[in-house]
């Protein structure tokens, strides 16, 4: 953290240098505010997720931002106990989004608050050091070819995972590798209802991606422009992704410029 401190004051004295203005490093003060979009927005009054507690441990955590909309950080420790109680290790907890919001590294979305990247690790593990975390790269759950899981590592804890974080309060939707749904979609057996949140995209072979709804309250917060279909997704919707593999993905749209109001807040200072 120390050294990231370091970098953040060089970068907001060579910002300020250069615009005017000196960036800030922790929340933005005053009431809870989220302005735009996922892949281009901001947040302010961000609270910060521990680095432990019961049923989870931050990883990576120089490398991560660990802020959110106080009811994401709720949501996720809510996870982990729930987690803890159905027998599961520690989860593993990765980004959630950088102090004020904005890009953060690796990643298109996460700028709201609103998101959390969470490791499909459902091995037994001690509490480690933060230094410990900070080299964790937690392997992939997917098999080579990408077209199931590895069954070496596939575990049914890691459904008990996906359905216990689909079944949390204020989730739009998941967001695990193509064969992962595939998975669940065949041994999910007869309550079917929570596979409708876990959506099928590029990459989370070794992680999942939870995206929360805007809170009501937060009318400057834009959600997702297409609302999830009805349904379990276990259809043709869901071959198209095995249909595409060894294609190149479409490349990414470039986001839009942030909210004007986003700017105000990376540049108000801490209280
Ligand atoms: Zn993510």
């Given amino acids: 953290m120390l050294r990231r401190s370091l970098l953040s004051a060089l970068l907001a004295v060579a910002l300020g240098a250069a615009a005017g203005l000196e960036a800030e490093e922790g929340p933005a003060p005053g009431p809870v505010r989220v302005i735009g979009s996922n892949a281009s927005g901001c947040i302010a009054g961000a609270v910060q997720l521990p680095a432990q507690g019961p049923g989870f441990q931050e990883i990576r955590i120089s490398r991560s931002t660990f802020w959110g909309h106080p009811r ?15 027998g599961l290790p520690d989860l593993y ?31 037994p593990k001690p509490v480690l050091s933060p230094a410990e975390r900070d080299a964790l790269e937690p392997p992939s759950v997917v098999a080579p070819d990408g077209r199931s899981v590895d069954p070496a590592i596939w575990r049914p804890e890691h459904a008990t995972l996906l359905r216990l974080a689909a079944q949390l309060p204020d989730v739009d939707r998941i967001f695990v590798h193509p064969a992962i749904k595939r998975e669940l979609c065949d041994t999910a057996g007869g309550d079917r209802r929570w596979l409708r949140l876990i959506r099928p995209w590029y990459g989370h072979a070794s992680h999942f991606h939870i995206r929360f709804r805007c809170p ?5 917060c834009m959600g997702a422009t297409a609302p999830v279909p009805p349904g379990d997704g276990c259809d043709a919707t869901l071959q198209w992704w095995f249909d595409q593999l060894g294609r190149p993905a479409a490349p990414a749209a470039p986001p839009p410029p942030p909210p004007a109001a986003c700017l105000a807040i990376w540049a108000a200072p801490e209280r």
Avoid: F, M
């Fill in 216 to 220: 009501a309250e937060q009318p400057e």
């Fill in 93 to 123: 907890i990765n980004d959630i989004a950088a102090p004020r919001g904005g890009p953060i590294a690796s990643h298109a979305g996460h700028q709201l608050g609103l998101e959390a990247d969470i490791w499909l690790d459902v091995t």
């Fill in 72 to 86: 994401t950080v709720a949501d996720i420790e809510l996870l982990a106990r729930e987690a803890k109680e159905a």
